[in-house]
């Protein structure tokens, strides 16, 4: 059974980073069948696809957050990272890191973090 | 981007009771070359991140009861889930990965009569 784990700070100063890793465990970030990717739900809101990386280092990233965003994978500790530059209040969310299946929908989830803006 | 939108926005149905709810895209996610829609459906329950469904439109997860199903093509999609079980209490989000960015459709929350 594969799990995913996020971790960070949960409270971000506004304009800083927003930095946040996820663990991957019973699966491998290596694997030629999977992305891996980060959702966000502001409280009470929907999701938002962040963006998704392979192992290779192949990225997608939602035009919405403009350059703001950066992911990253580390194989050899089996886990990928998200960068969120310059946040406001607006990135107030649970941030949730993901598994694609055999294609960008989302087979697993990590629980999810409340990462708050705020000064 | 493709725009996802659901109705009903709340949904209230009695046990036992079919569940009905609707998916449209704004353009097409239905892929020629291979006939697949690329449509999934997720389950959100309190305090829990979405559980998928459906994939490919119809296509049930594995461990997912059969009392649900997708169906649709194209532009427009259905949830159903045959028999409304208490567990199926849930807010319930449809989502396009025909093209990226991924979007997801507001949700719609499922809640017994």
């Known amino acids: 059974q594969m799990q995913l784990q996020e971790s960070g700070p949960g409270l971000v100063k506004p304009s800083e980073t927003l930095s946040l890793t996820c663990t991957v465990s019973g699966a491998s970030v290596s694997s030629n069948d999977h992305y891996w990717g980060w959702i966000r739900q502001p409280p009470g809101k929907g999701l938002e696809w962040l963006g998704s990386i392979f192992h290779s280092g192949t990225t997608f990233h939602n035009p919405s957050l403009k350059s703001r965003v950066t992911i990253s994978v580390d194989t050899s500790k089996n886990q990928f990272s998200l960068k969120v530059r310059s946040v406001t209040a607006a990135d107030t969310a649970v941030y949730s890191c993901v598994r694609h299946g055999g294609s960008y929908f989302i087979d697993n989830w990590g629980q999810g973090t409340l990462v708050t803006v705020s000064s | 981007d493709i725009v996802m939108t659901q109705s009903p926005d709340s949904l209230p149905v009695s046990l036992g009771e079919r569940a009905t709810i609707n998916c449209k895209s704004s353009?097409?996610?239905?892929?020629?070359?291979?006939?697949?829609?690329?449509l999934a459906w997720y389950q959100q329950k309190p305090g829990q991140p979405p559980k998928l469904l459906i994939y490919?439109?119809?296509t049930r997860e594995s461990g997912v009861p059969d009392r649900f199903s997708g169906s649709g093509s194209g532009t427009d999609f259905t949830l159903t889930i045959s028999s409304l079980q208490a567990e199926d209490v849930a807010v319930y989000y449809c989502?396009?990965?025909?093209?990226?960015?991924?979007?997801f459709g507001p949700g719609t929350r499922l809640e017994i009569k």
């Open positions: 490919w439109a119809s």
């Open positions: 353009q097409s996610v239905l892929y020629n070359s291979n006939n697949k829609n690329y």
């Open positions: 989502q396009q990965y025909y093209v990226t960015p991924i979007t």
